[in-house]
């Protein structure tokens, strides 16, 4: 179901010292406001633990992990299960990232499977789709990311999809500071709520160069819910300066 929500994805940034300071420093500031955006953050899974215990009293702030496998458990060296990650009160798990499908040869069929894992241990996968620039230029996109989500979602029944997180996170705007045109950006979302049962009572998130300074505009478009956020989300001033530009956005501020 629809909610506002602001997921910081750390990639492979913050030791457990560094996640703990950063913690420590963001809630302070999140402590001074009110808003009802639903935040999470996704640190490296070695951070796991120290961001669990840290976030223990603070039900504003949410723990998802960066990725899992599919299976209970096995001889799948250097996974992650998914019970594991329940084990340390995740409760989000972003899959399909364009970077686990470029550089560790994610497809489409893995990353239904993680969707299903996820949804059999009460996980909410956040589902990443995105189309590359030459399938942008060719006018290819929104066919792209409506093809990708189905093939992430096959088999799920749409009233289950109305729980996930679908983040649309074209894969030319991830770190390279060139963000989707916000009107893009919505028309693209609007096609994947349009195109996939169950998608239009998704939460759907834009990623991709969002800043304290874009993140306004994307906010108040109608089918965006919140960002999945890199680059700025790894200082505490810049990811709470963002999540108060989002409350301003949503509130048609
Ligand atoms: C991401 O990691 O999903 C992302 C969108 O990164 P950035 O905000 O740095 O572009």
Redesign the pocket.
Known sequence: MRTHLIVG?W?MHKTAEATVAFIDDFLQSLHATSTEIDIALAPPFTALGAAADRLREHMRVGLAAQDMHWEEQGAFTGAIAPGMLVEFGVSHV?VG???RRRSFGETDEMVNKKVKAALAHDLTPIV?VGEPLSVRDGGGAQAHIVTQTHAAFAGVPAHRIAHCVI?Y?PIW????GK?CDVNEANAAMASIREGVPGASHATMLY????TPQNMREYARQPHVDGA??????LDPVSFFDLIRAAHEGFSGQ
Not at 207 to 210: A, D, F, L, N, P
Request: glycine share 20%.
């Open positions: 994805n990639k972003i990232h364009s970077e990443c983040a996170e705007a991830i770190g390279t963000n990623g991709g160069s969002v999945l956020v890199g680059g700025a989300s």
